[in-house]
């Protein structure tokens, strides 16, 4: 071989090299990536993402071979976040985020993260799983996103408020026609999914062995709208009455709520004008020793904290008021009209008591 040609062909067996580790390393290297473009990502190996991957094209990852690889989380924060406008399809790929929980304060640290418009698209053999985030374990999606599960497995996330498998928002539709949301956890609402705005259409699958305090399975706020075309998804309910709210639930709270509350926290007056400049937060049982509430708004952000203590005898039984909010956030911003979501823990008789109240704004 002539020395020209052969120095042409190491210049192209290096430049394949040198894209096959770029490629490698968008997804499983020290390096945080950019994947723009309509490009296929096979992972032939299983690794560890340590930076945050950023999706701003139409962009496939899956395995190579038939035995499913796994992407595990590395780093905080959402550990995919497909940009506006941008489309990621998942086949034949495990991702997994090590039930680690290392997302930072205002940062969902979300498996996949649909930003406004984005579209995900789960097929067969496709797996979310072992997550930990403030809301949506396994997806969170934004305002006008879509997400297509046409197979595969959510499974084991945990969200600490909302949406333990998926978290649905403002504006957004979810289409799940096969697959398996099972075994997801929330602390507030919807164990597999929390519809908070926009349109889940369920039409083939099973969401199973889900665990929330309201909506094991599915809960679902106010206008937005759930379409369930399959009637209850869930193959193997034991439970005498499968609408159920805490263990083995097939569909909980299918009707749209205007309040939910937990606890003998209330607020008033509830929906509170902006004007006022005010709200308050009242009481009625034992006197609270201290206490801490967080607001979130509809995006599921935790916009303020306030302290909370009482100011009257322990034997008084009465409502009274046990702290205020002054309608703005913690950058002193007045809040816009909305809904929102109070949740806090007081101490009352030396124990811990969960409070949750739904304030509107006007």
Known sequence: MKPTILFKTLVAVFALLSALSAVHAQLCGDVGSLISGNTTITVTEDCV????????GSVTIKSGGNTPRTIKRGTAGSLITVTEGATLTLENIIIDGGKNGVWADGVEGSLVDLGNGAILIMSDDAVLQNNIAPHGGGVF????????????IIRNNTANDFGGGVFVNDASKFTMTAGAINGNTAGIIGGGVAVWGGEFTLSGGMICDNTAENGAAVYVYESAKFNNEIGEPCNNIADENPINETNNAAVADLTPRSSTQIGNLTAGPNPVDRSAGEVRFFYQGMQISSGGLKIFNAAGRNINNIRISDRTAPDNNA??????????????????????????TIIVNGKKERVTVMLGVK
Do not use: C, Q
Request: no cysteine; glycine share 16%; net charge positive.
């Open 319 to 344: 409502r009274r008021v046990v702290g205020e909010w002054n309608l703005r956030d913690r950058r002193g911003r007045t809040v816009v009209d909305g809904t929102y979501l109070v949740r806090g």
């Open 141 to 152: 999606m934004r305002h006008g996103s879509e997400f297509y599960m046409n197979g595969g």
């Open 49 to 56: 993402v340590d930076k945050p991957t950023t999706i701003a």
